[in-house]
């Protein structure tokens, strides 16, 4: 299927720019100084091979920075041997693209696990010991310096062996970030890791045994606890052994008999203090988790199954748009010392790529950003008081909204006094624009309209200057 098919936010883009100065509509606060990163596909074919997910896109970073009022844009993609192969129209190792064939069963058998991943760090951003890192969901993730240029593999200094990893490191306020992953062998195991403060080095806290792994993209993270969200999307590893299977994507399977399960363990001890079960549900984001007193509060945004998944396919996007994605929900998990577990929602609309205010990861908080998501025509910015359970929302017609980043005034009291910037695609003025929000009212103080389309991004940080 051709390029053309799709809305703009699934085109491919081509255009490189470096330190283009963006024209301002509105006023952006003089205080606002900082660089925000953000990741995501830039282009979906190579030399005439057509990708078959948004999640096979091609990683390419976008750059604002902030100084005086102004804002400057850069973008760039990362210079990987996936970019490369793509060009080269033999596109392999992709989240539901893989043309390796035998190759792929040969390399499982001599390594008794998954051959060489991809190197399409596409998912996500993080400052490690000084670096700028492009992740990705396997541990090939990429370096690249401030002007974007790629500077090569990102290496751990440990010995930790995992196959997947998480590309949704929770950065503690303390400074330092916590992660999972998993490794496959004769036994499979989820992994769970510290990373302190200017390292680069990951300390196991422990590790869990499973004989049917999930597919899980994060995890809740409190200052004393961690929690483990294992849903019936599980993945399929004989499935690896057939050369006829195209990508990690088709080793997913949901188990329609199986419950989502809650394993909370103890981040000082590594040992588990609670492994409870509920009724099945789907999730890609743990919006933030924090200990209230004996309790855990988890809120995240949850699917009724993982029909999303398929839905964000290429072939199914062109024909049906967003239209085919469930909406998620943000849904508030109390969970016991006893095991007990309970559930709200909390927002009855769709929400998805939610944040919070960077100090407020794992720790106890008010307000959540997100992307609105059900309805026609656009997706919206939803800005939602877990406090009073209500929400404020900010809509336009033919703008779709990607994931929101809170960034707070300097010395601000309120927890929502700041801004929000969030990237978006005007599908009718095939064009990209930066948004800058009110945090408090999502008024709208400025947007900073960028010179061509940006295809739809996945995640991204703000980095204080």
């Known amino acids: 299927m051709s390029d053309s098919a799709f809305m703009p936010g699934f085109q491919s883009l081509d255009t490189e720019l470096s ?101 399409n760090a596409n998912v996500h ?54 992660g999972h992953g998993l490794s496959f062998g004769r036994t499979h195991e989820y992994v769970f890791f510290e990373i302190p403060p200017d ?60 419950d989502t399960r809650f394993v909370v363990i103890d981040r000082a001890s590594g040992e588990t203090v609670v492994d409870r079960t509920v009724d099945p549900f789907f999730t890609f984001h743990v919006i933030n988790a924090y200990d209230d007193g004996d309790e855990i509060v988890l809120d995240l945004a949850a699917f009724e199954d993982a029909t999303i998944v398929d839905a964000l396919s290429l072939e199914t996007l062109a024909e049906e748009g967003f239209d085919a994605a469930p909406p998620g929900r943000l849904v508030r998990f109390r969970i016991g010392s006893d095991g007990n577990i309970s559930r709200r929602r909390l927002y009855d609309g769709g929400i998805e790529l939610p944040t919070v205010r960077a100090d407020r990861q794992t720790r106890e908080y008010r307000y959540a950003y997100g992307q609105a998501t059900d309805r026609e025509g656009a997706n919206g910015l939803v800005k939602v008081d877990t406090e009073r359970e209500t929400a404020a929302e900010f809509w336009q017609r033919d703008l779709y909204i990607e994931e929101p980043w809170m960034v707070p005034r300097p010395d601000g009291e309120a927890a929502d006094d700041g801004v929000v910037l969030a990237p978006a695609l005007d599908v009718d003025a095939e064009q990209s624009v930066l948004l800058v929000l009110d945090a408090g009212t999502l008024d709208e103080l400025a947007r900073a309209p960028v010179p061509h389309h940006n295809p739809f991004g996945f995640h991204g940080r703000f980095f204080p200057q």
């Open 19 to 119: 330190d283009h100065d963006l024209p301002v509509e509105g006023e952006i606060p003089a205080w606002l100084s900082g660089t925000l990163l953000r990741n995501g596909p830039g282009k979906f074919d190579g030399n005439g091979t057509r990708l078959r997910h948004w999640f096979d896109g091609l990683a390419m970073i976008r750059k604002y920075e902030f100084d005086e009022g102004g804002v400057t844009y850069s973008n760039r993609f990362l210079r990987t041997g996936a970019y490369d192969d793509a060009m080269a129209g033999r596109p392999t190792g992709q989240f539901a693209t893989d043309k390796s064939g035998i190759g792929k069963v040969l390399g499982w058998l001599k390594r008794l696990g998954p051959p060489e991943p991809t190197d």
């Open 125 to 178: 951003v993080a400052r490690l010991d000084g670096e700028y890192v492009a992740q990705t969901e396997v541990p090939r993730w990429v370096g690249f310096d401030d002007d974007l240029d790629t500077s090569g593999p990102f290496a751990f200094d440990d010995s930790l062996d995992m196959d997947m990893i998480t590309a949704h490191l929770v950065a503690d306020p303390t400074g330092g970030h916590v």
């Open 199 to 258: 390292s680069r080095r990951r300390e196991e806290i422990t590790s869990i045994p499973t004989d049917s792994p999930a597919y899980i993209h994060s995890i809740g993270v409190t200052e004393d606890r961690l929690v483990l969200v294992e849903t019936p999307l599980r993945i399929d590893i004989l499935r690896a052994l057939s050369p006829f299977t195209e990508g990690f994507f088709e080793l997913l399977d949901w188990k329609e008999d199986l």
